[in-house]
Every structure is written in C-alpha cells, then in structure tokens.
C-alpha cells in the first residue's frame, strides 16, 4: 500500500507536492500555500537538521523483545505515541479535486482505526472548520482553532465544543498569517489575559487546552500561567516564520523548565519511528506529524492513512527494541548518543 498511495499522491498532488522519497523542504521551498516552507524554507530544513543532528544509542544486549508502544495523552488512550497534525486547505495545499471532506475523513478515520486521533485544521474559506465539524461528529479528533480576533473566537470555541472532542488546541502561531488579515478574517496574537479567559471558557466545559506554536520556555511557562494543560512545541512546519531554528533544537530546554507541570507535544520534520524515539527521548510525551499524513492520505484515503501509521508502529517498535526501552515511559535522554 505504502508505495502505491505515493505513487497516486505524486499524481494528484502534481504543482502542490512532488512526493519526494524524504520530505524535507528542499523541492518546496516558498511554497505557501502548497505543502512547502515559507520564504527560504529555514525553519521547515532546520527541523529536519536538527532531528538529524540527534543520534541514538544502540544496544542488543538487555532482556526486550517486545516492546510496547501504548501510551497516553491527556487521558486519551493511544496505541502508539503520535497524532495526526491539524492540516486544512486540501484544495488550495495539495490537490484541488480532493475534496476537505475526504482529507479529514482519511485523517480522522484513519488514526482512530488505528488506536490512535487526529487533529482538524482550521482557516479561510468556511468549509474547512464545516468539513472538521462534520468528521468529528463521526470520529474521535482534536479540533484547533485559530486565534481570530473578536467574536469569530467564541464562535468558533462554541462550535467546535458541540462536537464534544476530548480536547481543544489553538495554534497560537496562527498570528502571523497576514493572509487571514487580508481576507478581512483577522487573527492575533494571544494577550495571556485573552488566552486565560478562551481557555476558562473551555475548562468550564471540562475539556482540556493545548496551545500549539510553543518556541521557548518562556512561552511555555505563560501558557502554564493561562491555564493550558499541553503545548504542542511547534513552529507551524516553517509555514509561519522564516529561520527558527528546529524543533528538536528547542525542545530539551522547553522540556526541562515545563516538564511534568504539562502535557509536551511536539512536531516539525518528524518522518520515522525514529524519529519519534529521538523526540521523546528529547523530552516530549507525543509527536504530531504532518505533510507525510496529508501524502497519505491524499494518495490512499483512509486505508493510506492507516498504512503510514503501521510503518511508523512498526519502525518505532524497531527503535525501542534496539534502544533497549520496553514501555514509551523507558524513553528518556539516556538513550542519546552525547
Ligand atoms: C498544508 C498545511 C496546512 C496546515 N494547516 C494547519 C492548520 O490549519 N492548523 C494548524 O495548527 N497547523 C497547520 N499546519 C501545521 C501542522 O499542523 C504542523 O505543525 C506541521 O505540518 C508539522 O510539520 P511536518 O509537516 O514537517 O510534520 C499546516 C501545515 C501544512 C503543511
């Protein structure tokens, strides 16, 4: 399946995405919209580097055979640790005969055939918060929302809380996207003492808040202060802002200030189980993962959707037998190669 929904997606993706053999940026670069980075792409290959940069201890000699890759997060059961990333715009992103209906579908079902959830996206035109409201009335996701500015904010909240998920995001990093502004749908940044009252306003429907777009301790201790119960560390797959450094680069020190305060998610170039390994080991609880999933699903729907998950199961099972971590709560900074 794997090699078949790429070849499919390399078709209908054609002008938006080359489903190149490793996703990285480089054969997309500026491409915003479409599936690339914005501007040189800095951000978007300085995730990939700095995943790269990281190696692993390996070790043959222990007692594991098989490890187990079930996990948590925010009391939602996983079979392995990674979620689907919130991706919306099939049309104007990646193919404009797939209809939003069908990617989200893909996505959602996808994942939650497999024990795990995806994530809806969020933006301009309607039908992309239509078609996340509609998918989610069938499968379990986590919707996010944007940072609008005014009343499309509690709409949307209100909206999204109808659906009743086990948990709502906002990608705060959402900020910068002049497109929006320009579209008369302006976003902005969250004062905390406005993020305090969207996430009071959640809470009162006792649904937990995760803020998305995390790049500093700092940002991360004010989103403990507004009350968030996870971060999703994230520079927005470099669609946002042009030279951050990777996500992996700033997760150890993110980690080390919030840890066990909050939930720590994190995103940005991760394409194996590998890679998954390296990202909880740097300090994170679960990895969202993007573009790969939208090829996924874009080239095989839903049963696309559920074979990328079986390889990166399968990879990530590899990886923690051979470094030696039984349970996901065995993978810790020890399993680095410093
Ligand atoms: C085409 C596209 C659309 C996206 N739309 C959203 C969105 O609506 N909301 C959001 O929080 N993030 C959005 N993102 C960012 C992803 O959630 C995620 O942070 C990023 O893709 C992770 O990097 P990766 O693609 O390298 O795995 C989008 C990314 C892409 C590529």
């Known amino acids: 399946m794997a090699n078949t929904y790429k070849d499919k997606a390399r078709e209908l ?19 915003v919209p479409g599936m690339g980075g914005l501007g040189t792409a800095a951000s978007f290959h300085n995730n990939m580097s700095a995943l790269a940069a990281v190696t692993l201890n390996m070790t043959a000699l222990h007692g594991v055979t098989a490890p187990d890759t079930a996990t948590s997060f925010l ?5 392995f640790p990674v979620i689907a990333a919130p991706i919306g715009g099939a049309q104007f992103n990646m193919s404009p ?23 809806t996206g969020d933006g301009v035109p309607a039908f992309i918060i239509d078609a996340a409201c509609a998918s989610l009335a069938r499968h379990k996701g ?22 009743d998920p086990p948990a709502i995001g906002m990608d705060v990093d959402a900020a910068g996207l002049v497109t ?39 940002d991360a201790e004010k989103a403990i202060e507004a009350g968030a ?3 999703v560390v994230s520079n927005h ?19 080390a200030r919030v840890r066990r305060r909050i939930s720590i998610a994190v995103d940005g170039g991760v394409r194996t189980g590998c890679d998954v390994v390296k990202m909880l080991a740097l300090g994170a609880d679960v990895v969202l993962i993007g573009r790969p999933v939208s090829v996924a699903a874009v080239g095989g729907e839903m049963e696309g959707v559920r074979a990328f998950c079986q390889t990166i199961r399968q990879e990530l099972t590899q990886a923690m037998l051979l470094t030696g971590c039984a349970r996901v709560a065995d993978i810790s900074a020890e399993i680095l190669w410093k």
């Open 75 to 79: 009391g939602i059961p996983l079979s």
């Open 237 to 255: 797959g470099g669609r946002i802002l042009d030279h951050c450094p990777g996500t992996a680069a700033v997760l150890p020190a993110i980690a």
């Open 97 to 119: 005969g797939f209809s939003e209906e069908t990617y989200i579908e893909s996505v959602l079902g996808g994942f939650e055939a497999e024990g795990s959830i995806g994530c």
């Open 13 to 31: 993706m054609k002008g938006f995405c080359r489903v190149c053999p490793v996703c990285n940026g480089k054969a997309c670069i500026g491409e």
């Open 142 to 163: 986590i919707p996010f929302i944007k940072p609008w500015e005014g009343k499309e904010l509690d709409e949307k909240i209100e909206r999204v809380l109808a659906c």
């Open 180 to 218: 929006l502004r320009k579209m008369g749908r302006p976003v902005t940044p969250m004062a905390p003492a406005t993020l305090q009252r969207v996430i009071d306003s959640v809470h009162a429907k006792k649904k937990p808040f995760i803020v998305k777009g995390i790049m500093t301790p700092s």
């Open 229 to 231: 119960d996870a971060i």
